[in-house]
């Protein structure tokens, strides 16, 4: 089973409200991303947690606020976001990021965020 | 960073036609994978392979380490492979960075 499972699978918000994204993955895996796709663009990474620490932040601005509760748990904390934050969310995770051939990583189906 | 190109950007093709899709990278790699995302946005891994040849049914995939790029065969194509075609490396410059090239975008048409 390789199945990343993240949820909402759609979500609208307002400027001034507060969301979460939600990821989840029971293969065991250690290490969990976030990556932002805005339309016809590849995927970019935000963040990366590593055994439930968190190891990259690729210069995301504050208001997106990730957190891992556990190592099968990723969220995503949405603060007063702007329109151009509009993407789809993906969430992935590998099984351990510190041995090479057991980085593979996989998948969810996504969230897409409008931002009004 | 490393520079990771493919080619062709887009490609239309008719319901049993083959195609290759490349990908070029500008650096030695840890992890090279490809992925399709469907028209929904899910994104499904094809190949893990930062070196060698494999199959998977009528998908095959190779990558030359030493020159810096890889293949992905397409043979006898279906409709449903349609979508958006990713190759993504990981060049060990930061734990499990990956880095995608621009996409191929495929339409079969039937």
């Known amino acids: 089973d390789t199945e990343v499972t993240q949820t909402p699978k759609h979500l609208v918000m307002g400027m001034t409200n507060k969301k979460s994204l939600k990821c989840e993955q029971h293969m065991g895996h250690r290490a969990m991303y976030w990556y932002k796709q805005k339309a016809k663009k590849p995927p970019e990474l935000m963040f990366v947690?590593?055994?439930?620490?968190?190891?990259i932040n690729e210069s995301v601005p504050s208001r997106f606020s990730p957190e891992c509760p556990n190592s099968s748990l990723l969220n995503l904390h949405l603060h007063a976001l702007q329109p151009e934050d509009s993407a789809l969310y993906l969430c992935?995770?590998?099984?351990?990021?510190?041995?090479?051939?057991?980085?593979?990583?996989?998948f969810g189906a996504g969230t897409r965020l409008s931002v009004l | 960073g490393i520079q990771v190109e493919q080619s062709p950007p887009d490609l239309i093709l008719q319901e049993g036609a083959n195609s290759t899709l490349r990908c070029n990278f500008s650096?030695?790699?840890?992890?090279l994978q490809w992925f399709h995302q469907n028209p929904w946005g899910q994104l499904i891994n094809l190949f893990y392979?930062?070196?060698g040849t494999k199959q998977n049914g009528r998908l095959s995939a190779t990558t030359v380490a030493t020159e810096r790029y890889s293949l992905l065969y397409i043979s006898s194509s279906q409709t449903t492979d349609s979508g958006v075609y990713f190759c993504a490396v990981d060049y060990g410059g930061s734990q499990g960075n990956l880095i995608f090239g621009k996409g191929t975008k495929l339409s079969v048409k039937p």
């Open positions: 992935a995770s590998s099984q351990d990021p510190t041995v090479i051939a057991k980085n593979i990583q996989y």
């Open positions: 392979i930062p070196s």
């Open positions: 650096d030695s790699v840890n992890n």
């Open positions: 947690y590593s055994y439930e620490k968190l190891s």
